[in-house]
């Protein structure tokens, strides 16, 4: 997400008080695993938006907002809570011709990995959808829909995940009136098309997308509150070719419990759970994190 003015100077103070002061109890219910603060060097570090986390819980693979990704591993003691994160330096995604994206085009929001090990991103500022056969390659342009040229400003393609047929769901941050649900655009032999929505519920946008192993569609949602700070939220839907189900919510924070949550990976652990991974942008801001949070689904 990019700075926008509702993180003005009091937004700001708001937030810093949300920040120290959300490390109370969980208020979601069971399944807090941990919270993780991600901190380095690497002055490219900021801005997460996305996170991909492989069958073993321990190789990812994270975008930011600025147009970079890493690749790297999730250190975990012998609960399988997370202690650190050994990760590359972050590197700029790449255009067409191996050239780095442009900055006005480069507000990278959305990943997934096919089942094929190729890597699709969204975008928000310029709302499309571009495949990497290798992330570290150069990209491909999907067909650009009319309709995501309509889409709003700085509020579009946030969500994005890939199904085991290797088709793409997308779902833009807003959808333009606040009793209009959001539609849910699907990429599939190489066309787009706009089978389904997904109805509002309060003040909750979506952010984040994943199918998890047991085929289900995950929707991370947040929701800011001023001075209380960011809440999150995820809902499980079951899609059926063209339907989708009124869906389940799994987990809803309180206000500061965490930071501003936008990436979602679901995988299944050795316990035979699943695992919600989630990962926060930081803005760049000194008084938020990038914070990696993991909740267990034992159902």
Do not use: C
Not at 66 to 91: E, F, H, M, Q, Y
Not at 262 to 275: C, F, H, P
Not at 290 to 299: L, M, Q
């Amino acid at each position: 997400m990019p700075r926008r003015s509702r993180f003005a100077l009091t937004g700001a103070l708001a937030l810093v008080l949300a920040v120290h002061t959300s490390a109370g109890a969980d208020d979601a219910g069971a399944g807090f695993v941990s919270a993780f603060t991600w901190r380095s060097s690497d002055p490219g570090l900021g801005g997460m938006s996305a996170i991909e986390v492989a069958a073993d819980g321990r190789n990812f693979v994270a975008l930011s907002d600025r147009g970079r990704w890493t690749s790297g591993r999730l250190v975990r003691d012998g609960k399988g809570v997370i202690t650190g994160v050994d990760a590359s330096p972050l590197r700029l995604l790449s255009g067409q011709a191996n050239a780095p994206l442009k900055k006005s085009r480069a507000d990278s929001e959305g990943l997934a990995i096919g089942p094929d090990g190729a890597a699709y991103v969204s975008f928000e500022g310029v709302a499309r959808v571009l495949r990497y056969a290798r992330i570290e390659g150069s990209a491909e342009n999907l067909p650009r829909p009319e309709a995501f040229r309509r889409m709003q400003s700085n509020s579009s393609l946030e969500a994005l995940a890939i199904d085991g047929k290797g088709w793409l769901y997308t779902v833009p941050e807003r959808s333009g009136r606040e009793d209009r649900p959001f539609p849910v655009w699907r990429y599939r032999n190489g066309t787009w098309d706009q089978p389904f929505a997904i109805p509002r519920q309060g003040g909750f946008l979506p952010v984040g997308a994943d199918f998890g192993p047991d085929g289900r569609f995950y929707l991370l949602e947040r929701e800011f509150r001023g001075l209380l700070g960011f809440a999150s939220r995820v809902r499980r839907f079951t899609i059926d070719g063209n339907r989708i189900d009124a869906g389940e919510t799994l987990l809803q924070t309180r206000p500061g419990r965490h930071d501003n949550l936008e990436g979602l990976s679901v995988w299944q652990d050795t316990g035979g759970a699943i695992r919600l991974t989630m990962i926060s942008d930081d803005n760049f801001r000194f008084f938020q994190r990038t914070e990696i949070v993991e909740y267990r689904i034992r159902n």
